[in-house]
């Protein structure tokens, strides 16, 4: 059963920074691209990022380019978000996600927006992120 585990998440001034990590557990973490998601509140679930399983290569959300970075440890079987610069717009529950069917390459998608999330599957509880003066 594929479970995961998001951490790292709290309250943070504008300008500041958080790393968010995602641990999966029941499945084999190295094989899957692994993508974050976000909600704030009363909007939709948005994409934000993701990672191929192997190679490396990632994607981003305009909204967030050049100041969040995706990257996974899959040793500790680990996705982090490096999230730098924030935003009071940034503000949101984080969540990670797998792809369903299982995939090692994040969907070719060009915004991340839409039906992006439709190609995942498999999802976190969560972790809130707080930007705020």
């Known amino acids: 059963?594929?479970?995961?585990?998001?951490?790292?998440?709290?309250?943070?001034?504008?300008?500041?920074?958080?790393?968010?990590?995602?641990?999966?557990?029941?499945?084999?973490?190295?094989?899957?691209?692994?993508?974050?998601?976000?909600?704030?509140?009363?909007?939709e679930r948005e994409g934000v990022s993701c990672i191929n399983s192997s190679d490396g290569r990632t994607q981003y959300a305009e909204s967030v380019k050049g100041r969040f970075t995706i990257s996974r440890d899959n040793a500790k079987k680990t996705v982090y978000l490096q999230m730098d610069s924030l935003k009071l717009e940034?503000?949101?529950?984080?969540?990670?996600?797998?792809?369903?069917?299982?995939?090692?390459v994040c969907p070719p998608h060009a915004t991340l927006t839409g039906d992006y999330e439709t190609y995942f599957g498999s999802w976190g509880q969560g972790t809130q992120v707080t930007v705020s003066s």
Not at 13 to 31: A, D, I, N, V
């Open 90 to 104: 940034d503000t949101a529950v984080y969540y990670c996600a797998t792809l369903y069917p299982p995939a090692p």
């Open 1 to 43: 059963q594929v479970q995961l585990v998001e951490s790292g998440g709290g309250l943070v001034q504008p300008g500041g920074s958080l790393r968010l990590s995602c641990t999966g557990f029941g499945f084999t973490m190295e094989f899957y691209a692994m993508g974050w998601f976000r909600q704030a509140p009363g909007k």
